[in-house]
């Protein structure tokens, strides 16, 4: 399986057929919060490999209130785990204490969940502190035969976090966001590419990027995509990942650019003309 060691793709298949009956019984039996903190607790050893008496603690203290559980991994806070009752549903309110005992702790992940239910949530912490919902499992629906389920709850292991999967799972979906694109579209270098190939179509249409942009921003990309908090923060990494882009292209020497240029021109092999027949 992509990405994913063979003893932890075992355990996860291991556990996921273990723990989706014992899920199952629970939510019919309507088990309580303190139940189901124990098949929570069960299922971050059993299924995301952390070590029960090390790295899953419980009831921590912050600032006189308590947080259900966290894992923990070098002795340092990974994420906080804000547990409710199996048969409760999971709503954004829940997790605002959470998120707020993990902006005092600067711990960037917080999990709500209610054992079947599993929310990842990432806490930006800017003015005002910040969370987006990362990734949502409903671990009854869980495939053990479906890779792509499986990475998926890898990327929840402890073994998962020490590879960085789910900060890399996030960069990922930050870089595909409808605000990132809607900012790359407006840029110089795309409105440009877009009237290159406009031209195409009318050549004698006399169209430039300040029209295009226009188009784009009236017509084609939703006003929730270029407004606000979010669409600011695109379009400021665009410009710095831009800026540094232009600032590495002046500092190369002629001997660079001839090397980068060398690198992308494909090689032909020569091939030896077939010797003749006997």
Avoid at 88 to 95: A, G, N, P, S, T
Avoid at 97 to 114: I, R
Avoid at 259 to 272: D, M, S
Wanted: proline letters at 4%; aromatic letters at 6%.
């Amino acid at each position: 399986m992509a990405n994913i060691p063979q003893r932890v793709s075992e355990r996860l298949v291991t556990g996921i057929k273990k723990f989706k009956p014992v899920l199952a019984a629970a939510y019919d039996n309507k088990a309580n919060e303190s139940n189901t903190v124990i098949i929570i607790t069960a299922m971050l050893s059993e299924v995301f490999g952390y070590d029960t008496f090390k790295e899953i603690t419980s009831e921590i203290a912050i600032r006189g209130t308590f947080c259900d559980l966290a894992t923990k991994i070098d002795e340092k806070i990974q994420s906080l785990i804000e547990a409710k009752a199996i048969s409760q549903e999971l709503k954004d309110i829940h997790v605002m204490q959470a998120v707020s005992y993990a902006s005092n702790q600067g711990v960037d992940w917080v999990v709500l969940t209610n054992g079947m239910h599993w929310h990842i949530y990432k806490v930006t912490f800017a003015k005002p502190i910040d969370h987006e919902k990362i990734i949502e499992i409903n671990f009854l629906d869980v495939d053990h035969h479906n890779i792509a389920h499986l990475e998926m709850l890898f990327r929840l292991t402890k073994e998962g976090w020490e590879k960085s999967a789910l900060k890399d799972y996030y960069q990922q979906k930050q870089a595909l966001s409808k605000f990132s694109i809607g900012a790359i579209l407006s840029t110089d270098a795309v409105l440009n590419l877009i009237r290159k190939n406009l031209r195409l179509i009318s050549p004698d249409a006399k169209i430039n990027a300040e029209q295009i942009r226009s188009v784009l921003e009236n017509e084609v990309i939703t006003k929730e995509v270029l407004e606000g908090d979010k669409a600011d923060e695109a379009r400021r990494k665009i410009a710095k990942a831009l800026k540094k882009l232009e600032k590495e292209s002046e500092e190369e020497t002629p001997t660079q650019m001839i090397q980068k240029a060398a690198e992308n021109i494909p090689v032909t092999l020569p091939i030896a003309p077939a010797p003749p027949p006997a």
